[in-house]
């Protein structure tokens, strides 16, 4: 079946410190695989999508991910992070319906 | 000039009772989608509309009933809420089903 996998529930870095996010999904072709961004008490907000073309795709908030299909991975990426990047993360990836995987928490020590 | 906007924000009822939750978009978007978000902040896809017509429905109890009256609003009536039916709630829209825009989302608690 179609899945997407984020490995880690919660994840804690110190403030400036850099950041990966792992997502692994399981698809036949080369999906299409989107990362967004929940902070407390509010939506999911796209923070990048990946298509096509160049597997380093930048986003928004200094964000970035690159997709590898030899290791069907798409993780995201932030050299430095700010204490308001502590929010819930989410790896998604399109089929006949957005599949999400099941986030990853970000906590943020000063 | 919210993209994606749902109300109530919040939604407190007892069991047994019926409520609604509205959504409106003005993105122009042709597809609309409701997902569930759990107390673990596991999101689960419930409905999707493309131009006013159900194209996923998922294993959803037949309490749930969505209604699209347009392109730009998706509804979500529940009757005889349930427990375990308390949930954040989230309205999404996309053109041609990439990338998803939501809402904020209804934080529905049945007591």
């Known amino acids: 079946a179609q899945s997407v996998t984020q490995p880690d529930i919660h994840i804690t870095v110190s403030e400036g410190a850099s950041l990966e996010l792992r997502c692994n999904y399981s698809?036949?072709?080369?999906?299409?695989l989107f990362w967004y961004v929940q902070s407390p008490g509010q939506g999911l907000q796209l923070l990048l999508k990946?298509?096509?073309?160049?597997?380093l795709v930048q986003g928004i908030k200094g964000f970035e991910a690159e997709f590898k299909r030899s290791q069907s991975s798409f993780n995201l990426r932030k050299p430095s992070v700010h204490w308001s990047d502590a929010a819930e993360y989410f790896c998604?990836?399109?089929?006949?319906?957005?599949?999400f995987g099941k986030g990853t928490r970000l906590h943020i020590l000063p | 000039d919210t993209a994606v906007s749902q109300t109530p924000k919040y939604l407190v009822t007892q069991m047994g009772n019926d409520k609604s939750i509205k959504c409106e978009q003005n993105?122009?978007?042709?597809?609309m989608y409701w997902y569930k978000q759990d107390s673990k902040k596991f999101l689960k896809i419930m409905f999707s509309?493309?131009?006013?017509?159900?194209?996923i429905n998922e294993t959803v109890p037949n309490r749930f009933s969505p209604k699209s009256p347009d392109k730009a609003h998706l509804n979500l009536h529940i009757n005889s809420l349930e427990l375990g039916d308390s949930a954040v709630y989230f309205c999404?829209?996309?053109?041609?089903?990439?990338?998803?825009?939501f809402g904020n989302g209804t934080r529905l608690t049945v007591t």
């Open positions: 698809y036949g072709a080369t999906p299409y």
């Open positions: 993105l122009g978007h042709d597809t």
């Open positions: 990946y298509f096509s073309g160049d597997t």
């Open positions: 999404a829209s996309s053109h041609s089903g990439l990338p998803l825009h």
């Open positions: 998604a990836a399109p089929r006949d319906k957005i599949i």
């Open positions: 509309y493309n131009n006013k017509e159900l194209i």
